[in-house]
């Protein structure tokens, strides 16, 4: 008989494309760029998995942001996103995040960030049913 396995975080995927607006000086993609990336993937993933109605309530705020930056991504290239959730605890939530070059998966960039959620009309931390974080593991 084997043993039940742990539950693992759920993978959650954007794709974008290189826009000239994203370029800098230097003719890659800028790191403001690859924040917002890792702040849409995070706030799709979020809407992805749960229900209107029980997001009307809860709103989130970054507490931290790490990016380890590794190639550059230019014009034209197709970024792919890749996000997932790491530990939570009672009102810090982690979240992982990989941007990739689409045609061949290389890694440009990774994230971690750390997330706080608020009481959407206070703003006030508050916790986070546990139910809601398992729908972000299978």
Not at 6 to 22: A, F, H, I, L, T
Not at 36 to 54: G, K, L, M, N, S
Request: aromatic residues 8%; hydrophobic residues 40%; charged residues 25%.
């Amino acid at each position: 008989m084997s043993e039940p396995t742990e539950p693992q975080p759920v993978r959650y995927e954007r794709v974008s494309v290189v826009e000239p607006g994203d370029i800098d000086d230097l003719g890659h993609v800028n790191n403001v760029v690859y924040l917002r990336w890792v702040q849409d993937v995070a706030a799709a993933h979020w809407e992805a998995t749960i229900a209107p109605e029980e997001r009307v309530d809860v709103a989130w705020v970054v507490l931290r942001h790490e990016i380890d930056y590794q190639h550059p991504a230019v014009l034209g290239d197709q970024v792919v996103a890749c996000t997932w959730v790491g530990t939570a605890r009672a009102t810090t939530f982690e979240r992982h995040t990989e941007i990739l070059r689409a045609s061949d998966r290389r890694v440009l960039a990774r994230a971690r960030s750390l997330w706080c959620p608020v009481n959407a009309r206070t703003g006030r931390p508050r916790r986070l049913d546990p139910a809601l974080n398992e729908r972000f593991y299978s």
